[in-house]
C-alpha cells in the first residue's frame, strides 16, 4: 500500500516537472519569435523607404537655376555668334578672324543644347535676337550683353578699327559669360548644364588672356 502511494507521489511530480518545463520552453519560443519579429521590422521599414527614396530623384533633374541658366546663356551665346560672323567680312587681323570662327564654332551647338534641355525641361525658349521674344513677364538681367548701340559701332567698323572694338567687346562679352557660368556651378542641380558651365568658364578664360594679348599689340 505504501510503495503504490510512493509510485503515484512520483508519478505526479514527474508530470508537474513537464509541464513546468513546457511553460518554459512556451516562453522561450514565443520570446524568440517576438526578438525575430522586433528584427524584421526595421528590415521591412528600409525596403519600403527604397521606392520613396527613387521616386523622389526626377524632382532633382533640374532646378530654377538650370532653367535661367539655359535662358540667359542662349540669348548670350548668339549675340557672340552674331559678333564672330562680322569678323568674317570686317576684320583685319588673321588671329581675330581665327579667333571669331573659333567661338562661332563652340557656341553655336551650345546653343542647340541649352534649346533641347528647355523643351525638354518644359520650359520657354528664348527666340529672336534679342533672346526674350516669347518669354513674357521674364526680365533676365544677362552680364556682358552688348547695347544695340555697341552693335551698331561693331557693324560700322572694318579692319584695325574693328579688330580692335570687336576683341574689347568679347572680352566683356566673356567675362558676362564667366559670371553667369559661375552661378550656374554654385546653384544648379543638373549635371549637364553644370558641367557645360564649367566648359565655358574654361574654355572662354583662356580665351580672354588670348584676346587681351591681342589687343596689347593692336
Excluded: Y
Amino acid at each position: 500500500m505504501f510503495t503504490n502511494r510512493s509510485i503515484i507521489k512520483r508519478a505526479s511530480s514527474a508530470l508537474v516537472a513537464g509541464a513546468g518545463a513546457l511553460v518554459v520552453l512556451t516562453a522561450c519560443g514565443g520570446g524568440t519569435e517576438t526578438a525575430m519579429s522586433g528584427h524584421s521590422m526595421p528590415t521591412a521599414h528600409g525596403a519600403a523607404s527604397t521606392p520613396t527614396t527613387a521616386t523622389t530623384q526626377p524632382d532633382a533633374s533640374f532646378n530654377d537655376a538650370d532653367v535661367m541658366f539655359a535662358q540667359m546663356m542662349i540669348p548670350h551665346h548668339q549675340q557672340a555668334v552674331e559678333m564672330a560672323e562680322l569678323a568674317e567680312t570686317r576684320a583685319k587681323d588673321p588671329e581675330v578672324k581665327e579667333l571669331a570662327a573659333k567661338i562661332k564654332a563652340a557656341q553655336d551647338p551650345e546653343i542647340k543644347t541649352m534649346r533641347g534641355w528647355l523643351k525638354e525641361w518644359g520650359k520657354p525658349v528664348p527666340t529672336g535676337m534679342d533672346g526674350m521674344e516669347g518669354m513674357e513677364g521674364m526680365d533676365h538681367g544677362m552680364p556682358g550683353m552688348m547695347s544695340s548701340e555697341d552693335m551698331k559701332m561693331l557693324e560700322e567698323a572694318n579692319g584695325a578699327t574693328f579688330d580692335k572694338r570687336f576683341v574689347q567687346m568679347m572680352i566683356a562679352h566673356h567675362n558676362g559669360a564667366i559670371e553667369m557660368a559661375k552661378t550656374e556651378q554654385s546653384n544648379g542641380v543638373n549635371p549637364e548644364a553644370t558641367e557645360l558651365a564649367k566648359t565655358i568658364e574654361t574654355t572662354q578664360q583662356a580665351e580672354i588672356e588670348q584676346m587681351q594679348k591681342v589687343l596689347d599689340r593692336l
